[in-house]
C-alpha cells in the first residue's frame, strides 16, 4: 500500500547519543520534508528535499542532519542528542504536478534524558 | 519569504455550532492553500484545499473560502460534531518549482457534546 513510513514510532535516548530517525515513502514522490512538533503544537520545518542528491535547512534551526540518496528514503540524524531535541518528528511528502497535497507520517516521538 | 496568520488559536464551540477559522498570507503569488487536521496523536491530513482560481469549495459540512485581494481564506465547519475536535493547520504555498508550504500556527478546536 503506498504510505509513508516512519521508525521508531517512540525512541528514549541518553544524552550525547547518536541517532537517526528513519522516513520511507511508497508513493514515488519528489519532495519529502521533516517537521518538529511538540503535541498540539505549530509544525516546525526542519529539512527538506526537492529529490534525490537535494537537501535543504528548514526555517528552524537544527542540530540535525539529513540525506537524500533514494527517492523513497529521508533519514534524520541527531550527532549528539540533548534534552531540548525532545519532541516529535513528522515526515512528509508531496508529488510536483498534481494535488501539492502533503502526506505526513505517523511521527517519531523522542525523549532525551 | 511567505507569512501564514492563523487565528484563533483555540475555538471552544457547543456541538451542533458553526466554527471558523480565519488565515492570512502575505505572498500574492502564493495560489494553493491546503488545511490540514490533526486528532489527537495522529497525523496531520488532508481535508479540504483550494486554488486561487476558484473563490468557494465545499465537501459537505466543510467549506473553504478564499479572498485573493484581502489575502485571506477561511475554514468553515457547520453542524460541528465531537469527533471535528482537533488541531487544524492552514497553509499557503505556490504550485510548481521549488515552492515550500508556509503552515500557519494552528487552532485547537474543541466541540462540547
Known amino acids: 500500500e503506498a504510505d509513508i513510513y516512519q521508525t521508531p514510532r517512540y525512541l528514549v535516548i541518553g544524552t550525547g547519543k547518536k541517532i537517526t530517525l528513519e522516513c520511507s515513502q511508497t508513493?514515488?514522490?519528489?519532495?519529502m520534508y521533516w517537521y518538529q512538533q511538540d503535541p498540539g503544537m505549530e509544525l516546525h520545518l526542519i529539512h527538506y528535499s526537492y529529490g534525490v542528491n537535494s537537501t535543504e535547512k528548514g526555517d528552524l534551526s537544527s542540530e540535525s542532519t539529513v540525506s537524500r540518496i533514494r527517492t523513497e528514503h529521508f533519514p534524520l540524524t541527531l550527532e549528539s542528542a540533548r534534552p531540548s531535541h525532545t519532541s516529535q518528528y513528522l515526515c512528509?511528502?508531496?508529488?510536483?504536478?498534481?494535488?501539492?497535497?502533503?502526506?505526513f507520517g505517523p511521527g517519531t516521538r523522542l525523549t532525551v534524558t | 519569504g511567505e507569512n501564514v496568520e492563523q487565528h484563533p488559536s483555540t475555538l471552544s464551540v457547543q456541538e451542533g455550532d458553526s466554527a471558523v477559522i480565519k488565515c492570512t498570507y502575505s505572498?500574492?503569488?502564493?495560489?494553493?492553500f491546503p488545511w490540514y487536521k490533526q486528532e489527537l496523536g495522529k497525523r496531520p491530513q488532508l481535508i479540504i484545499d483550494?486554488?486561487?482560481?476558484?473563490g468557494e469549495k465545499k465537501d459537505q459540512r466543510i467549506a473553504v473560502t478564499l479572498n485573493k485581494t484581502a489575502k485571506h481564506f477561511s475554514l468553515h465547519i457547520t453542524e460541528t460534531q465531537p469527533e471535528d475536535s482537533a488541531v487544524y493547520f492552514c497553509?499557503?504555498?505556490?504550485?510548481?518549482?521549488?515552492?515550500?508550504?508556509?503552515f500557519g500556527r494552528g487552532t485547537s478546536l474543541i466541540v462540547h457534546p
Open positions: 512528509a511528502s508531496s508529488e510536483e504536478g498534481t494535488g501539492y497535497e502533503q502526506y
Open positions: 497553509a499557503a504555498s505556490k504550485e510548481g518549482g521549488s515552492y515550500i508550504p508556509t
Open positions: 508513493m514515488g514522490h519528489d519532495k
Open positions: 505572498d500574492s503569488a502564493s495560489n494553493y
Open positions: 483550494i486554488r486561487s482560481n476558484v
